[in-house]
């Protein structure tokens, strides 16, 4: 296994085994730990200046989120995407983003407007830096700003627990520099409708949104195949 490029954050209001937990986590995620690679206990705990208990207890935990798989006779390796984490995954997310444009066209503020298209144009700019992990936060902040404006704290919190396990797809999507046009476009759009409060095209773009990306990364997964 090369040498990881990632490194612990500690935390005082947390127990170490929860940082070790969070730090192996968001590697994974951020791709910084990728599919298939093998997790080695030694060279992580000496990475991360620990000992090897909770890299132990932080595999176990990562394999009952399913970001991580134990091999016989091998060991721990982080879990490949396949199309079915995918699309169970995005299907839920589609649903969830098709009722909070729903309730933003009813009640969105101008204020939050004027965020919206701010974000837009933080996305846009960060696409011309071409670092990713900057790429796929600037993409968070924007359905972000959706989010928050439905203040609907309920919806607010599902999508907050959805957004990790989305990440590594939304990563994966965003490496195709092929789309970023069209995801520029696609944010323009969500962002007239939504001001214009056309409510059903509002609902019909972000749906389609979110469609592009599940085939966008089946056609990445099915290419590594």
Excluded: W
């Amino acid at each position: 296994m090369k040498e990881p490029n990632f490194e612990v954050s500690m935390n005082e209001y947390l127990p170490l085994r929860d940082v070790v937990f969070n730090t192996l986590r968001q590697a994974i995620l951020r791709g910084e730990l990728k599919p298939g690679e093998r997790l080695m206990e030694i060279q992580l705990a000496n990475k991360l200046g620990v000992s090897r208990t909770p890299i132990r207890e932080a595999i176990r935990k990562l394999e009952l989120e399913g970001l991580v798989l134990m091999i016989p006779r091998k060991g721990a390796e982080v879990a490949e995407i396949t199309e079915k984490s995918l699309r169970d995954v995005l299907e839920v997310r589609r649903a969830l983003e098709e009722l909070a444009v729903e309730l933003v066209c009813e009640k969105i503020a101008d204020e939050q407007i004027q965020d919206l298209k701010g974000a837009a144009e933080d996305f846009k700019a960060s696409l011309k830096e071409g670092d990713i992990t900057r790429i796929a936060e600037a993409d968070v902040k924007f359905h972000d700003v959706i989010y928050m404006a439905t203040d609907n704290q309920k919806l607010i919190q599902l999508l907050n627990n959805l957004r990790e396990q989305m990440y590594r797809y939304r990563v994966e999507y965003l490496k195709r520099s092929d789309f970023h046009q069209q995801l520029i476009d696609e944010h323009e759009e969500i962002i007239e409708t939504i001001e214009s409060g056309q409510k059903d095209r509002a609902v019909q773009v972000v749906c389609q949104h979110v469609d592009n990306q599940v085939e966008a990364v089946m056609d990445t997964i099915r290419m590594k195949k």
